[in-house]
């Protein structure tokens, strides 16, 4: 677990950038409790200041982005994109007039569950952004619902982007010893019944509905792009293991 976290500053979320109920229901889980969970690991874990270059893959409904409003400065800068059109109608709507340094995009990206009329491909889509423009890239449930060719892709993306020194934070389901063994023990609620080489599946017919990745095949693919895993990683209590950070496995990368 995380110290004390004294070093994160209280925030307010006003009523007025709270999504109506059907779109807080369309990501699952709590948007205020979950939003204000990974701000303080991008505080906490990831030394996240007032004043930087924020983007956040994957951005949904905004859940990320409303308590970030409570602590970038004007002189900070978040940027968003999904590929869920409701989501990103909603916080230009709603997020950008009230703070215009908080800017959402939609990328029109194929994806079987999420997007199944998408025209563009997650293995060749560029991130809509310049070169070494971020000090700092997260994606939260992001790579949980990506195949191995559009990982790569996001990885590559994800290093061009950040600044020399950039740091980033993923969440995803990582495959190694301790989370097998708890799959064969029956533990997990998430069942991925379908086997591949470096990866697992939840249901075959749609692929991306939830993809499982070994930790050392992630690893690489990193390292590979130029981006340097810090350790620890911080595991989740997805796969049913006793002692965990969050729900989900987040690792903390950095641009040398």
């Known amino acids: 677990m995380l110290n004390s976290p004294s070093s994160v500053p209280e925030i307010i979320i006003p009523d007025e950038l709270l999504p109506p109920k059907d779109l807080r229901l369309s990501v699952g889980g ?80 194929y994806n079987q569950y999420y997007n199944p009329t998408g025209q563009e491909q997650a293995n060749t889509y560029r991130f809509p952004y310049s070169d070494n423009c971020f000090d700092f890239v997260f994606l939260t449930s992001v790579f ?53 080489d470096n990866y697992r599946l939840a249901d075959k017919t749609f692929p991306e509905s939830a993809v499982a990745y070994e930790e050392r095949f992630f690893l690489e693919l990193a390292e590979q792009v130029g981006l340097k895993v810090n350790l620890p990683v911080y595991y989740g209590s997805w796969c049913g293991r006793e002692d965990f950070l969050s729900v989900q496995d987040i690792l903390l990368i950095s641009k040398p």
């Open 30 to 109: 709590s948007f205020k409790a979950i939003g204000t969970e990974f701000f303080r690991y991008f505080i906490e874990l990831a030394g996240l200041q007032p004043d930087e270059a924020v983007l956040d893959v994957g951005c949904g409904v905004g859940r990320m982005a409303v308590p970030l409003t409570q602590y970038l400065s004007d002189r900070g800068r978040y940027e968003g994109f999904d590929i869920v059109e409701s989501g990103i109608t909603w916080c230009k709507s709603v997020i950008s007039p009230r703070y215009p340094n908080f800017q959402f995009q939609r990328a029109d990206l």
């Open 144 to 196: 949980t619902h990506i195949l191995p060719d559009g990982i790569d892709n996001y990885l590559r993306e994800i290093s061009r982007v950040l600044k020399p020194g950039g740091r980033g934070l993923i969440t995803a389901f990582l495959l190694n010893e301790e989370s097998l063994s708890c799959l064969e023990a029956g533990l997990c609620t998430l069942e991925l019944p379908e086997i591949f």
